[in-house]
């Protein structure tokens, strides 16, 4: 019988990341995280995966119609861009001076926030 780890997914990529889409039908555009959903591996990204909902008329919302939603997108098809240089980059996660875990560019091997 396997056992089952609790352990929280270690993702490269954060809220408020600024990405670019590095695979799909939205290669090559850019955008800001909203939102890591971690047990499906996948980001709300803005103005990426934009898809069509059709609401229905309610008490609460008597307009309903037609909305565009940004869809999830799964993290491995997005690339942190280096908010020093500006350009794609791997992250990793090393120890600062403090002894505290944080997240750094491997293109420029600086922290990243």
Request: proline share 4%; no cysteine.
């Amino acid at each position: 019988m396997e056992r089952k780890s609790n352990k929280q997914p270690k993702l490269g990529i954060r809220k408020g990341d600024k990405v670019r889409v590095i695979a799909g039908d939205d290669k090559g555009k850019e955008g800001t995280v909203l939102e890591v959903i971690l047990a499906k591996n996948r980001a709300v990204v803005e103005g990426v995966s934009i898809v069509t909902k059709h609401t229905k008329p309610s008490a609460g919302k008597p307009e309903g119609g037609i909305k565009k939603v940004e869809a999830s997108i799964h993290i491995s098809n997005l690339q942190l861009i280096d908010p020093a240089s500006g350009k794609l980059t791997r992250v990793g996660r090393k120890l600062d001076e403090k002894g505290k875990l944080k997240r750094f560019s491997k293109k420029t091997g600086e922290f990243i926030k």
